[in-house]
């Protein structure tokens, strides 16, 4: 069988100016224990310049500020989110004796708590022991 058969093979014809609003990679969901037979390769062609983009099979992307994986475990995200915070409540502890409490409630609410609330309705899904094992950043 020839490489196209083997590994599958999706085109996708791209009209105009819409070339700028496609993605340069994809993910393919699946359970975490099931490998994927194979990765097909995605080829976006463009009339215009007849050429051939080829897209980029990942496990993990950025969507609106989520990281979404395959597995959809967001591990990823959670990872990403204690570590950004994890430098602003070191900030906070620091500044615990030196300012009034109602400061240290208005820094909280400014630079932490959006990056808790932002997407929570879909990553708040996660199960215990990832969001457990991020409380080692903060």
């Known amino acids: 069988a020839d490489g196209q058969t083997q ?19 994809f993910v393919i969901f ?10 097909p390769k995605v080829c976006i062609i463009d009339p215009v310049t007849n050429t051939c ?11 609106l ?15 990403s989110v204690a570590l950004k915070i994890s ?4 900030l906070l502890s620091k500044l615990r004796h030196l300012v009034p409490s109602h400061t240290l409630i208005s820094i909280y609410n400014s630079l932490i ?6 997407g929570f309705i879909v990553w708040g899904q996660a199960n215990k022991t990832q969001l457990d ?6």
């Not at 590994?7 to 990679?25: D, E, F, K, Q």
């Not at 708590?113 to 932002?118: F, G, H, K, S, T």
């Not at 094992?133 to 903060?138: A, P």
Request: glycine fraction near 8%.
């Open 133 to 138: 094992n991020s409380k080692g950043y903060t």
């Open 53 to 63: 983009d080829y897209l980029e099979c990942n496990e993990c992307f950025k969507y």
């Open 113 to 118: 708590a959006p990056y808790l609330r932002y």
């Open 30 to 39: 699946r359970p975490y224990q099931k490998n994927f037979p194979f990765i």
């Open 65 to 79: 500020g989520v990281l979404i994986d395959y597995k959809l475990s967001w591990k990823n995200h959670i990872d």
């Open 7 to 25: 590994y599958g093979r999706i085109t996708l014809l791209v009209m105009g100016s819409c070339r700028a609003l496609m993605p340069s990679n």
């Open 87 to 90: 430098k602003t409540i070191g």
